[in-house]
């Protein structure tokens, strides 16, 4: 099991933060961590600062973890706006230009990576499974015609989203409110003009699969279902509410 990485947290709390934020130590550094560079904003903005609400190198994933370090790049600026826990082996950049907006009750799985040029938002209550590629930037230009378009466009992953394992978030991204993305699907372009909120969406690229979906953000209830539907596996194929 990962231990704390008492000095990484307590030289992050004390160099980057406020004073009277850095003495609750709200941001915790666990395993293996490369703060390659620092000279952006990092800031909490939200009325109750805890200890430990943001957490790196988490020990909460037990479906796939890994020792590769967690590393922060972040010239530009990263806003907190809540409860955050990101997994082992992160990759986490924020370029000059670049806005990362994460909200409350965020949580991002191992391996995962968020590219950011431009600005890119979670809304609260966003779910990120596993080897998740976001981006807001093609990161290199590409002439056609003679003209050359720009390379960048915000991301907007609103409230109550999952992202299935594997899947890429690509610049120009708008994931609607209660929606899911399947594993392995790349997503680019606007679903919440396209389909609406509450989606299912699927594929290379991600298209509509179905609607008046969400997923349960209650883990009190999910241990309940995942007891109901092993003791009652040969009897019950739904639960109803």
């Known amino acids: 099991m990962l231990k704390l990485n008492l000095f990484k947290t307590i030289y992050f709390n004390f160099t980057i933060l406020p004073i009277q934020q850095a003495i609750r130590l709200p941001m915790h550094f666990y395993g293996k961590v490369e703060f390659t560079d620092l000279s952006g904003l990092f800031i909490i903005q939200c009325e109750n600062i805890k200890f430990g609400m943001i957490v790196f190198g988490g020990k909460h994933e037990v479906v796939i973890s890994s020792n590769v370090s967690t590393r922060i790049y972040n010239s530009g600026k990263i806003v907190f706006n809540g409860t955050a826990v990101f997994a082992r082996g992160i990759n986490v950049v924020v370029w000059k230009y670049g806005e990362l907006h994460i909200g409350s009750n965020f949580s991002i799985g191992s391996l995962s990576k968020i590219i950011c ?14 080897e998740v590629q976001i981006f807001d930037t093609d990161f290199h230009f590409i002439i056609a015609d003679q003209i050359i378009s720009d390379n ?18 690509l610049k120009n991204s708008v994931i609607p409110k209660n929606s899911i993305v399947g ?40 241990m309940e279902l995942f007891k109901y539907f092993n003791s009652n596996r040969n009897q019950h194929q739904v639960w109803k509410n």
């Not at 040029?117 to 596993?130: D, G």
């Not at 960048?152 to 978030?169: A, H, K, M, Y």
């Not at 699907?185 to 979906?213: D, F, Q, R, W």
């Open 152 to 169: 960048c466009g915000g991301v907007l992953i609103s409230e109550n989203v999952w992202l299935g394992s594997r899947c890429t978030i």
């Open 183 to 222: 594993s392995d699907s790349l997503c680019t372009g606007n679903y919440l003009k396209k389909y609406g909120e509450s989606i299912l969406l699927v594929g290379v690229p991600a298209k509509l699969l179905k609607n008046n979906i969400s997923y349960l953000n209650d883990k009190t209830k999910e």
């Open 117 to 130: 040029f431009r600005k890119i938002i979670f809304e609260n209550n966003v779910l990120v499974s596993w």
